[in-house]
Every structure is written in structure tokens, then in C-alpha cells.
């Protein structure tokens, strides 16, 4: 079984600011990772994901992640934000041998960027 | 962009009603899943399915109940709606079972007094 915990509910920052939203899993085996973005009254869209390779991520909108093995972290960043970029963000993992590899979603985190 | 469809966006019943949302996908997508988000935003599964005539529980135990007839439609049913199941319901599908990368539709509110 595997968990998701982003370690921060709310992150208000200022407009052009840089942002690092925190996620960290637990899993017994070789994962695949995933941040997604919901924008108010819509569904989830695919920001990035962390398949193999590379450890440094970039996905739309400006948005990377790091895939530390060691620390078991996938931290979002973006180094400038814009009033756009007000939404919830979601860490995700799926087990890359489970048949159907599900996944779990992490708490989220509401990132509220001011003018 | 994902071609995947719920119906309806925003539901306010009764109790005791019975109602169904739908999720329709263009995408030829095998396996579809059924999230709840609770107004605290945190996602649970609640049911999937990996094709035609498939169903499975998912990890958060539901009053509802799902089926998949045909592969582009995974409906989800409710026989008597409570103000406990007021929540959002997200639908998802995805086709490339290696990776599990989900494409969502735009979900559906649901608040039963």
C-alpha cells in the first residue's frame, strides 16, 4: 500500500513569487508520481509526472518537480507565480506493479497567490 | 484535451431521491474510476472499472453503486440520497495502464437536504 502526505494545507504567496508546495510518500515499491491542478468548479489536469529518468520534472505553466528517491519527496515548485496559478494542487503516486496501478492522491494543498 | 463528460455539473435533491450521474468518455479509454472529494479536497475511490461488465469497490466504502454497459459510460447511482453523500464525485478514465496518468471530467456537486 502507498500514502501521499503534502505537508502544507494553504500556501498564500504573492503574485511573481516563487512557490514550493511539499509531497512525500511511502511505498514498498518502484513508484510513478504525479501532480495534478484543479482550478475552481473543474476536474483535475495533469501538471507533470515522474515516469523514469530524469529526476527533474518540467510540466505546463511554468511548473517542475524533483523526484528525490532517497527522501522520498516530489516538491512542486515554480519560481514565479501569477494570479492564474490560484487552485488546489494534488501529489499523486501509483505502484508501478499493482495490476491497474491505481492512484492515491495526497491531501492537496490550496495555493492562493495575492496581487 | 481529455474528451471525458459528467452530467450533471450541479444537483440539489432531496432526501430519499434516487439519482444517477453520469460520466461519459470519447476516448476509448479501458478503466474508469469514480472519486469522491470531500469539501476538505481530499479525493477517495470509490469505485473503477477496468472494461465492459467490470466493477470493483474502491478504497472508500460507498453507499453507491456503479455499472459499465458499454466502454465510453460509467454511471453512478444512488437508490436513496442522504445529506451524508452531499460531496463532489469526479469521474476519470485512462487508457495506459503503465503509468495510471488519470484524465478527469469537470465533476459533479452534489447537495442533498
Known amino acids: 500500500a502507498q500514502s501521499v502526505t503534502q505537508l502544507d494545507s494553504q500556501v498564500p504567496v504573492f503574485e511573481e513569487a516563487p512557490v514550493e508546495l511539499r509531497c512525500n510518500y511511502s511505498s514498498s515499491v518502484s513508484v510513478y508520481l504525479f501532480w495534478y491542478v484543479q482550478y475552481p468548479n473543474q476536474g483535475l489536469q495533469l501538471l507533470l509526472k515522474?515516469?523514469?529518468?530524469?529526476?527533474l520534472v518540467k510540466g505546463i505553466n511554468g511548473f517542475e518537480a524533483e523526484f528525490n528517491k532517497s527522501q522520498t519527496s516530489f516538491h512542486l515548485r515554480k519560481p514565479s507565480v501569477h494570479i492564474s496559478d490560484t487552485a488546489e494542487y494534488f501529489c499523486?503516486?501509483?505502484?508501478?506493479?499493482?495490476?491497474?496501478?491505481?492512484?492515491?492522491f495526497g491531501g492537496g494543498t490550496r495555493v492562493l497567490v495575492k496581487p | 484535451e481529455a474528451d471525458i463528460y459528467q452530467t450533471p455539473r450541479y444537483l440539489v435533491i432531496g432526501t430519499g431521491k434516487k439519482i444517477t450521474l453520469e460520466c461519459s468518455q470519447t476516448m476509448g479509454h479501458d478503466k474508469m474510476y469514480w472519486y469522491q472529494q470531500d469539501p476538505g479536497m481530499e479525493l477517495h475511490l470509490i469505485h473503477y472499472s477496468y472494461g465492459v461488465n467490470s466493477t470493483e469497490k474502491g478504497d472508500l466504502s460507498s453507499e453507491s453503486t456503479v455499472s459499465r454497459i458499454r466502454t465510453e459510460h460509467f454511471p453512478l447511482t444512488l437508490e436513496s440520497a442522504r445529506p451524508s453523500h452531499t460531496s463532489q464525485y469526479l469521474c476519470a478514465s485512462r487508457q495506459d495502464w503503465d503509468t495510471g496518468e488519470l484524465f478527469f471530467g469537470e465533476g459533479s456537486r452534489l447537495t442533498v437536504l
Open positions: 499523486a503516486v501509483s505502484d508501478r506493479q499493482a495490476a491497474g496501478n491505481k492512484l492515491t
Open positions: 515522474y515516469l523514469s529518468g530524469s529526476t
